[in-house]
């Protein structure tokens, strides 16, 4: 069964560090998105990515966060100078497409970002 | 605002018996309906999808939507301990590529 991909799975980093986190999407999908939940909290989105561009993208997602797909197969999450409250679970997922059918999102198993 | 709303919980069922969770949803022209469950620590894992008003079955879970009434529901037969988790429903439009999650229900399955 094809998964979603992510690594780390835990990352600790000091508060100002930069971090980059790593997603393998479903490879027939299209559609890329970053997913944070903090804890007790709701999964909040981010950021979508279709066509090696953002397509959409949520207030939290400020110029501090980017996203980039390097390569064929990788999708990345950079977070430029951590703070505290970034700390959280964030998720990659992927979709087929964006039409009315092929529309769910799977999700990867999460990094969980501890900034100290 | 587009806002999902569902009922935090926690719900609790004794096994075997019918669990029936709820969404409400703040915006008419929402599309896509989603039902994700997630266990403590993990992420959520696709249940189902609807995106006409009516039932959808898939073996022991139904979901319904009534667009009209703007709301979702999530029935799960048979409930086993396994099934004890948080369930959350989402909503996405056709034209764009965010999924607006609830908050989530956590339910519990008595053995």
């Known amino acids: 069964e094809p998964e979603v991909t992510q690594t780390p799975s835990h990352q600790v980093t000091q508060m100002g560090q930069e971090v980059i986190l790593r997603c393998v999407p479903i490879?027939?999908?299209?559609?890329f998105y970053w997913y944070r939940q903090i804890l007790g909290q709701k999964v909040e989105f981010l950021v979508s990515?279709?066509?090696?561009?953002?397509?959409?993208k949520s207030e939290i997602f400020d110029d501090q966060f980017s996203v980039e797909r390097p390569d064929g197969s990788n999708f990345t999450l950079k977070i430029r100078s951590t703070k505290l409250e970034d700390s959280a679970m964030y998720f990659c997922?992927?979709?087929?497409?964006?039409?009315?059918?092929?529309?769910?999102?799977?999700f990867g198993q999460g990094t969980r970002l501890t900034v100290v | 605002q587009k806002e999902v709303e569902q009922n935090s919980g926690p719900l609790s069922v004794p096994e075997g018996a019918i669990a029936s969770l709820n969404c409400t949803y703040s915006?008419?022209?929402?599309?896509?309906f989603f039902w994700y469950r997630q266990y403590s620590g993990k992420s959520p894992e696709l249940i189902m999808s609807?995106?006409?008003?009516g039932d959808k079955e898939d073996g022991r879970f139904t979901a319904q939507l009534n667009k009209a009434s703007q709301y979702v529901s999530l029935l799960i037969r048979d409930s086993q301990p396994s099934d004890s988790a948080t369930y959350l429903c989402?909503?996405?439009?056709?034209?764009?590529?965010?999924?607006?999650f609830g908050t989530g229900t956590s339910l519990t399955v008595i053995p």
């Open positions: 915006d008419r022209v929402s599309q896509s």
């Open positions: 609807i995106y006409s008003n």
């Open positions: 490879s027939n999908h299209l559609y």
């Open positions: 989402a909503f996405r439009f056709n034209t764009g590529n965010q999924f607006y």
């Open positions: 990515f279709y066509n090696n561009e953002i397509s959409e």
């Open positions: 997922a992927s979709s087929e497409a964006r039409g009315r059918f092929g529309t769910e999102a799977f």
